[in-house]
């Protein structure tokens, strides 16, 4: 993996990486070698942490905070953030940092109308997630919440025309099975729950989201495409809009009771790290992941599961039974298949193909080999297909 990683990340260096790793090979390897674990970590901590804290601040006793002021006040402290890197973009000049905005933001509206709907989504989605992670053990969340790869997946097809291999078709239908048996188990355990939870509601918020997180990340990338727009832009017009849609939301659901007991009401040190979480995890994953492959991101999805499930057994006493081991398993396998290059995957296919006997013909004398097909994957056209990075900056 290594070698590979490396090789990606020499391709997309600029030219003085170029020169200096002509010069100190070495020590240009072993960088994106740190920058790539680096990376691994970044995403391991990040998907497990975020889902982890949520669950325990919904579960701790006392009063419990409204969730969705949490989802409207990560939003402004997005928003925020994205408009002091914009800030410092325009090396600290107020004045070229409005005209920018009035330009990109109020000129062209039609752009920043667009992204209202995926806003929209992101919003509900976030909701979704404090719905489904407040009525199911983490462990359980984070293994179901991996129905997004297939929605996303299932989205690119239908929306971008994507194709995808036999492997990931074989890989999705593994998901869904695994998927199957945690959810075969959750409903069959027979321990007590508490009793403000209900499975059920936790499952169906859950397939929500997740449904929600692929039409949206797909969709995104679709109205996206040709904008030169940065990331920091779009994520301040989606915080815009999310921050309005937020309020609607929350004046919808929990008015009354949030004007009468206050904004903040339940808010702990364990709220606030559950929003600068969810307002900061993912600017600093859009900051790591252009240093993380396919398969790097597939092993971060795989140690997040085995992470909440460990930090689960610990913090809340979930037990590990055979049947949920067994669907996790499945899942943790089908997300490191799904992330594989193409090439990889015709050398699997090949490999489990049966032959038809020896091989007798010879290369005639003087003449060169045939070309091999290359394993080389810094071809877009030949990527596999995995939520894109607007979409985990914004929906994770």
């Given at each position: 993996?290594?070698?590979?990683?490396?090789?990606?990340?020499?391709?997309?260096?600029?030219?003085?990486?170029?020169?200096?790793?002509?010069?100190?090979?070495?020590?240009?390897?072993?960088?994106?070698?740190?920058?790539?674990?680096?990376?691994?970590?970044?995403?391991?901590?990040?998907?497990?942490?975020?889902?982890?804290?949520?669950?325990?601040?919904?579960?701790?006793?006392?009063?419990?905070?409204?969730?969705?002021?949490?989802?409207?006040?990560?939003?402004?402290?997005?928003?925020?953030?994205?408009?002091?890197?914009?800030?410092?973009?325009?090396?600290?000049?107020?004045?070229?940092?409005?005209?920018?905005?009035?330009?990109?933001?109020?000129?062209?509206?039609?752009?920043?109308?667009?992204?209202?709907?995926?806003?929209?989504?992101?919003?509900?989605?976030?909701?979704?997630?404090?719905?489904?992670?407040?009525?199911?053990?983490?462990?359980?969340?984070?293994?179901?919440?991996?129905?997004?790869?297939?929605?996303?997946?299932?989205?690119?097809?239908?929306?971008?025309?994507?194709?995808?291999?036999?492997?990931?078709?074989?890989?999705?239908?593994?998901?869904?099975?695994?998927?199957?048996?945690?959810?075969?188990?959750?409903?069959?355990?027979?321990?007590?729950?508490?009793?403000?939870?209900?499975?059920?509601?936790?499952?169906?918020?859950?397939?929500?989201?997740?449904?929600?997180?692929?039409?949206?990340?797909?969709?995104?990338?679709?109205?996206?495409?040709?904008?030169?727009?940065?990331?920091?832009?779009?994520?301040?017009?989606?915080?815009?809009?999310?921050?309005?849609?937020?309020?609607?939301?929350?004046?919808?659901?929990?008015g009354t009771a949030v004007a009468r007991r206050g904004f903040f009401f339940g808010y702990t040190p364990a709220v606030w790290g559950v929003v600068l979480n969810q307002?900061?995890?993912?600017?600093?994953?859009?900051?790591?992941?252009?240093?993380?492959?396919?398969?790097?991101?597939?092993?971060?999805?795989?140690?997040?599961?085995?992470?909440?499930t460990v930090a689960s057994i610990r913090l809340f006493g979930f037990h590990v039974d055979p049947l949920f081991a067994l669907g996790a398993g499945l899942v943790i396998?089908?997300?490191?298949?799904?992330?594989?290059?193409?090439?990889?995957?015709?050398?699997?296919?090949?490999?489990?193909?049966?032959?038809?006997?020896?091989?007798?013909?010879?290369?005639?004398?003087?003449?060169?080999?045939?070309?091999?097909?290359?394993?080389?994957?810094?071809?877009?056209?030949?990527?596999?297909?995995?939520?894109?990075?607007?979409?985990?900056?914004?929906?994770?």
């Amino acid at each position: 993996m290594a070698a590979v990683g490396s090789g990606g990340s020499t391709a997309t260096a600029g030219p003085g990486a170029v020169s200096a790793g002509a010069l100190e090979p070495g020590a240009t390897t072993a960088a994106h070698r740190r920058l790539k674990y680096i990376s691994l970590a970044v995403l391991v901590v990040q998907n497990a942490s975020l889902i982890l804290s949520i669950r325990y601040a919904r579960t701790l006793p006392g009063d419990r905070f409204f969730a969705t002021t949490a989802v409207v006040m990560a939003e402004v402290l997005k928003g925020l953030t994205c408009l002091l890197l914009l800030f410092a973009q325009k090396r600290g000049n107020v004045k070229h940092l409005v005209l920018f905005l009035h330009e990109a933001v109020l000129v062209q509206y039609m752009d920043t109308l667009k992204l209202a709907v995926p806003s929209l989504i992101y919003t509900l989605q976030n909701n979704l997630q404090y719905v489904a992670i407040s009525n199911l053990p983490a462990a359980t969340f984070q293994v179901t919440y991996q129905l997004k790869i297939l929605t996303t997946a299932l989205f690119s097809v239908l929306m971008l025309n994507r194709s995808l291999s036999r492997l990931q078709w074989a890989s999705l239908l593994l998901l869904f099975t695994g998927v199957a048996i945690v959810q075969a188990q959750q409903a069959g355990s027979g321990g007590p729950r508490p009793l403000d939870q209900n499975p059920g509601v936790g499952l169906a918020a859950v397939v929500a989201s997740c449904l929600s997180s692929g039409f949206a990340g797909v969709y995104f990338e679709k109205i996206l495409k040709g904008s030169s727009g940065s990331v920091w832009l779009r994520n301040l017009q989606l915080g815009l809009f999310g921050t309005a849609l937020g309020l609607v939301g929350l004046w919808w659901t929990e008015g009354t009771a949030v004007a009468r007991r206050g904004f903040f009401f339940g808010y702990t040190p364990a709220v606030w790290g559950v929003v600068l979480n969810q307002a900061f995890g993912g600017l600093l994953v859009a900051v790591v992941v252009k240093y993380a492959d396919n398969i790097l991101k597939g092993f971060a999805t795989s140690l997040s599961i085995v992470l909440s499930t460990v930090a689960s057994i610990r913090l809340f006493g979930f037990h590990v039974d055979p049947l949920f081991a067994l669907g996790a398993g499945l899942v943790i396998g089908a997300v490191y298949l799904y992330s594989l290059p193409r090439g990889a995957a015709k050398a699997i296919a090949s490999a489990s193909a049966p032959t038809s006997g020896p091989c007798t013909h010879q290369q005639p004398p003087g003449q060169p080999p045939p070309p091999q097909l290359s394993s080389h994957h810094g071809d877009l056209s030949t990527e596999p297909f995995l939520p894109k990075l607007l979409t985990k900056v914004k929906g994770s």
